[in-house]
């Protein structure tokens, strides 16, 4: 047990999927894994243990933004020997040619502020992505798939619009608001991690992922995710 988890010693596996919303990791567990039981429910934040072709898998939320990815990314990396981390969420699209449904694999991340700063200072710290888990992502992703670096944001109602203008000048794929910090944790810990991401809405139409194609568009999320650890 930690601090904000409640699980007890062995209920977490190395592999964890880490979605935002708890209702979405129980989804996800329900819909995916063989036996999923339920690990943790402290503050209602949700975390599901079960396997997936035999291989014991947790799911568990994150909540949104980066200071609530690290508090349970470094609890579930510390504290219960979690190995591989990835994020299953929704983004932002950035660039004309990212479309609504399509799946963006965070190769880097880029950010102004996050939970680590106080660490790095001065530093730029490049925050990317584990190239094996993305390499394997990348095959099991199919059509419809960008590979490319992302801007976290810990701010989701944005008026920064010369920020997104510069965002979109240097490629920025999409914006989100965990990555960064989820990478940078990776890093430090020395474990493996990756974010898989669907087009929710699109900052340059407005476009947005009606709410009754989000549950098939993460399902696909969820598929990549577990193939690309154990694949």
């Not at 939320?61 to 994020?87: H, Q, V």
């Not at 920020?163 to 989100?176: I, K, M, T, W």
């Amino acid at each position: 047990m930690s601090f904000h988890i409640g699980a007890a010693p062995g209920d977490i596996a190395e592999t964890v999927l880490l979605p935002g919303d708890p209702y979405r990791a129980r989804w996800a567990a329900e819909r995916f894994l063989d036996s999923p039981r339920l690990v943790n429910e402290v503050r209602g934040m949700l975390g599901y243990t079960g396997t997936w072709q035999g291989n014991p898998v947790t799911i568990h939320g994150t909540g949104m933004g980066m200071p609530s990815l690290s508090i349970y990314a470094n609890e579930l990396i510390r504290d219960y020997g979690a190995k591989t981390l990835i994020r299953v969420g929704s983004c932002g699209a950035l660039q004309p040619h990212v479309q609504v449904r399509d799946v963006v694999l965070a190769q880097a991340a880029t950010t102004i502020s996050s939970p680590s700063t106080s660490i790095f200072r001065e530093l730029q710290f490049a925050a990317v992505a584990d190239f094996g888990l993305l390499s394997k992502a990348y095959a099991a992703a199919g059509r419809a798939t960008h590979v490319g670096g992302i801007f976290t944001s810990d701010t989701f109602y944005d008026e920064r619009q010369d920020l997104s203008d510069q965002l979109q000048r240097h490629g920025c794929l999409a914006v989100e608001m965990e990555t960064a910090e989820l990478y940078a944790l990776a890093a430090r810990y020395g474990v493996r991690a990756l974010s898989v991401l669907t087009v929710s809405d699109h900052i340059l139409t407005g476009e947005a992922l009606p709410a009754s194609e989000r549950e098939t568009s993460f399902s696909a999320m969820v598929e990549i995710a577990l193939t690309a650890a154990f694949g």
